[in-house]
């Protein structure tokens, strides 16, 4: 026989092929005799134990103590700095968690040294007898019978017809969640209004950017004119509309075919959303001209036009074509050319639409 | 009626004012016949049984302290400016919600406490009703007759992580925000339908005024009342059941070996809600959570690096990190007959997710049918005695775990100071190559484990004792197990790979084919128990030595 790994790698012989494993079995040499403890032999220990879960129910009690001074003896004024919420937060904690902990352990403590542990054995009794199911059969087709529906398929099938419809109404009631999206996503607040041009204006005071203030390698974080005076919609307005400007070498610039006029003096200005699930965009790698999304690490490089470098964005930051205005203001010649931010099923038709 | 059917023994009259109400109550709901049933109701033990009542526990403590919190919280979208005690934001406009969460935090006395007991215990919720589950999975405790609780408990999950999603997004913060704009990116990457869900759950467009109050209703109502009722029927079944319970000796299928409910089992039950709820008591004391202070309130345009979002939800982030937007010049968003496919987004949102939650609904199932076992288990398996099945689990487990980590690709860029691309691109290829070595190593320390416990069941355990034998040879002294000690070695079933059997028809039909084939790969690597006829043997080969050793191998062994 000697059927035993003898340790070595390439000898074993303990994998069983089958039907090997249907000789004899160990048998079951039932519950293990069952050990006192010290508690259960020796009165002092039991004594002992008694004291020890009587002084785990007094912390208990010294906690709840702690949470009431803390909750009382600390005041939040107008004037309460956030050590003293710190502190009154940290001894609330401290106060519930002795009281809870002092009786939590004070009875599994009680549970395992004092109350009796013995194991007992409890016979499982079947999920399903066969006489109740011949029951419930019986049962089953007596109401079937009763009701007639396997005789009068008409009333079977109209029933089925109308049960399968009346949910509807339910699902149309919500129609008024939302309104249809038609369009709204295609445009943004930068789009001239009444022929006037929209300014660049800093986020989130709102200040108008001269071309002169934009250096080489600084980057601002911009709105466009007027939303901060939005009353409605702010945040949605501003949601689509936010755009980075940064200023590079004209030359390090590859402006593609038509796009040539969209910069102003190497100054560029990009849709601040991610094209993949709209994170805004708000790392500017000043030596490399990378945008970085810290969301999903995204990576635009500007001087390709914001083309994806890396990461889960499949499409470049919409560019926002610029110019300048007569007081020497950066200004939008025009409102995005495509819908800004994460894709969505009609998007290529607003695409479309935009340019036509 | 009750005039003629008087019973014959005389009617019970309780004696103290406490026993008239008992008395009173049980004539009119019966709890005697409950507390019969109930009272000594057997229930195994072990540690591993403990994560469900931390789920259950944390559970309640979210009711409690999410009561408090509806006290105060304002779920309104509408604009405000800041007047509460948090100087740094004072006057900053904000909406309601923001700003009543601050003043949750800073103006009611241990509100703060409760925002935190309330985040730490649903970080815990999500996390215990994990880890039970992975506990259930790798005994086999889903095995007829309990698939249909497994099923429930999958519900338990998706709804736990639901709860949790819907809370994390309340109180209208930076970071909350802007994982409410990725979702709102994820959705709209659904074909057809997906630009008109977006405007449905926000209202119209993002972010809208609607959101947080939808969220908040979804929070409070109706996600917790599908869970309570998810766990009605979770306990209602594991009554039914009776619980499962590890082997050992004098344990079997058809009994159940623990403690009684009463006394004992129902106060380590009890105890242990209180000192869930202490250690949850001390991590909102301590650890601070969510500080959606240093946060401000949502604004499209800022965002902070390094942002994660709660780490249930981070496997999907994970997953949309990862995937690649171009691979080469090739953009992996496709524009079809004039509409657009994300496949970038929608790939890692539904597909790895999809697969996890599939498997891991049918698993039961699938393994039921490749091995044909029909029978109802109640005794648990070592893990290690099912090979195969621990592989697999664990296989899912880091497929899992490299999506999650992925969600932190940045901060173990910026932490172990890598390159951040290196990360991704060491990530991605364990995306696909980790669950297969994760596969293969599980398997061989299952199978190596298997090995060890038949070694020690058949020459029992090293005593560290050497030994110089009269004619030189050393040896050590191995002590015999005890047969109590024995059995929970050896006593588990080892199947052997089931072949193909011919149908009705006395067909081997394809599908058969395939099951036989993956019957065999489940069960082709296997250790045999050890039975008596080896333990004979192997007591022959090393008989000389232990004649010798006996006397004193004895006292070794009561120890």
């Not at chain 2, 009554?239 to 380590?268: E, F, I, M, S």
Request: proline share 7%; charged share 20%.
């Amino acid at each position: 026989m000697g059927n035993h790994s003898d340790g070595s790698p390439n000898h074993s012989g303990t994998v069983a092929r089958a039907g090997q494993n249907e000789v004899e079995k160990f048998q079951d040499p039932g519950l293990p005799p069952h050990r006192l403890r010290l508690a259960d032999t020796d009165p002092k220990a039991a004594k002992r134990a008694e004291r020890q879960v009587a002084l785990l129910f007094g912390t208990s009690v010294v906690g709840t103590l702690i949470f009431l001074v803390a909750y009382f003896a600390i005041d939040l004024g107008d004037d309460t700095g956030i050590a003293t919420i710190r502190l009154q937060n940290m001894l609330l904690g401290l106060g519930t968690a002795f009281a809870m902990l002092g009786i939590g352990t004070g009875i599994v403590h009680w549970a395992k040294a004092l109350m009796p542990d013995h194991e007992v054995s409890e016979e499982r009794h079947a999920i399903r007898t066969e006489e109740d199911r011949q029951a419930a059969v019986r049962i089953v087709d007596d109401i079937a019978e009763e009701t007639g529906i396997k005789r009068r398929p008409l009333i079977r099938n109209t029933l089925l017809g109308a049960v399968a419809l009346a949910p509807l109404p339910a699902l149309a009631i919500f129609g008024d969640l939302g309104p249809r999206p038609d369009n709204t996503l295609a445009h943004t607040m930068w789009a001239p209004q009444d022929g006037k041009l929209k300014r660049l204006t800093r986020d989130p005071d709102g200040t108008p950017i001269k071309a002169a203030d934009v250096t080489i390698g600084s980057a601002f974080h911009v709105i466009p004119d007027g939303l901060n005076e939005l009353h409605e919609g702010k945040l949605n307005e501003k949601a689509k509309s936010v755009v980075l400007l940064m200023r590079l070498n004209p030359e390090e610039l590859h402006p593609s075919p038509g796009r040539e006029d969209w910069a102003y003096n190497g100054i560029v200005a990009y849709s601040k959303i991610c094209t993949h699930v709209g994170c805004p965009v708000a790392l500017y790698e000043q030596q490399t001209h990378h945008l970085l999304c810290p969301c999903h690490q995204s990576t635009f490089d500007l001087t390709q036009q914001c083309k994806v470098i890396f990461g889960p964005a499949s499409r470049p930051l919409p560019q926002l074509p610029i110019a300048v205005d007569s007081e020497g203001y950066l200004v939008a010649t025009s409102d995005f050319h495509e819908p800004v931010g994460p894709s969505y099923w009609e998007r290529e038709q607003h695409v479309r639409n935009i340019n036509a | 009626m009750s005039a003629t059917s008087t019973p014959s023994a005389p009617a019970f009259v309780a004696k103290t004012k406490g026993g008239r109400i008992t008395n009173f109550v049980d004539e009119r709901v019966g709890g005697s016949g409950m507390l019969r049933e109930f009272g000594r109701k057997v229930f195994p033990d072990h540690w591993s049984f403990m994560f469900g009542e931390v789920a259950l526990y944390s559970f309640v403590i979210l009711l409690l302290s999410g009561t408090f919190l509806t006290f105060f919280f304002d779920p309104s979208m509408a604009e405000t400016h800041y007047q509460g005690s948090y100087t740094p934001l004072k006057n900053v406009e904000m909406s309601v919600a923001y700003s009543s969460s601050l003043d949750i935090s800073f103006d009611v006395r241990g509100g703060l406490f409760m925002r935190q007991v309330h985040h730490w215990s649903a970080l815990l919720f999500v996390a215990s009703v994990s880890v039970h589950m992975l506990r259930v999975f790798f005994t086999g405790a889903f095995r007829k007759p309990r698939e249909m609780n497994w099923v429930v408990g999958s519900v338990l999950l998706i709804l736990s992580m639901a709860a949790g999603f819907t809370g994390y997004s309340l109180p209208d913060d930076l970071l909350s925000g802007n994982g409410l704009r990725i979702i709102d990116g994820v959705i709209k990457s659904i074909p057809v339908i997906g630009t008109y869900i977006s405007f449905f759950l926000f209202g119209g467009e993002f972010p809208g005024t609607m959101v947080i109050g939808r969220l908040y209703m979804l929070h409070i109502l109706l996600v917790p009342a599908l869970i309570l009722l998810m766990i009605v029927m979770h306990l209602f079944m594991v009554v039914v059941h009776k619980h499962t319970q590890y082997p050992g000796p004098g344990r079997n299928d058809g009994n159940v070996v623990g403690y009684p409910l009463g006394p004992v089992y129902a106060a380590k039950a009890g105890g242990f809600f209180f000192i869930v709820f202490g250690v949850v008591a001390l991590m909102a004391g301590f650890f601070t959570i969510n500080p959606i202070w240093n946060y401000g309130p949502y604004d499209p345009s800022p965002v902070s690096a390094g942002t994660q979002p709660d780490w249930y939800i981070g496997f999907v982030d994970g997953a949309l990190r990862l995937m690649p937007g171009t691979i080469g010049n090739w953009s992996v968003e496709q524009v079809w007959f004039g509409q657009v496919f994300s496949f970038n987004v929608l790939l890692p949102a539904l597909v790895p997710a999809g697969i996890l939650f599939t498997v891991m609904f049918m698993y039961p199932w699938i393994e039921r049918w490749i091995t044909k076992d029909g029978r109802e288990h109640h005794v648990l398996d070592r893990p290690r005695n099912a090979p195969t099945r621990t592989a697999i689990g664990m296989a899912g487990f880091v497929w899992y775990c490299v999506m999650w980590a992925a969600a932190g690709s940045d901060l173990i860029a910026t932490h172990f100071h890598v390159s951040l691309n290196d990360v991704t691109y060491w990530l991605r290829a364990l995306f696909f190559i980790g669950p297969v070595i994760a596969f293969i190593v599980t398997k061989r320390v299952a199978l190596a484990l298997q090995r060890k416990d038949r070694e020690i069941a058949l020459h029992g355990r090293e005593t560290g004792r050497i030994v110089r034998l009269p004619h030189g040879e050393f040896i050590e002294v191995h002590a015999p197990l005890d047969e109590y000690k024995r059995y929970k070695l050896v006593g588990f079933e080892s199947p052997s790979p089931l072949p193909a059997e011919p149908n009705a028809n006395g067909v081997v039909d394809k599908k058969e084919k395939r099951r036989a084939k993956l019957s065999q790969w489940f069960f082709e690597d296997r250790v045999a128990p050890a039975t008596p006829a080896e333990l004979e043997a192997a007591h022959g080969h090393h008989g000389a030595h232990e004649a010798i050793e006996s006397g004193d191998t004895q006292k070794t062994l009561s120890r």
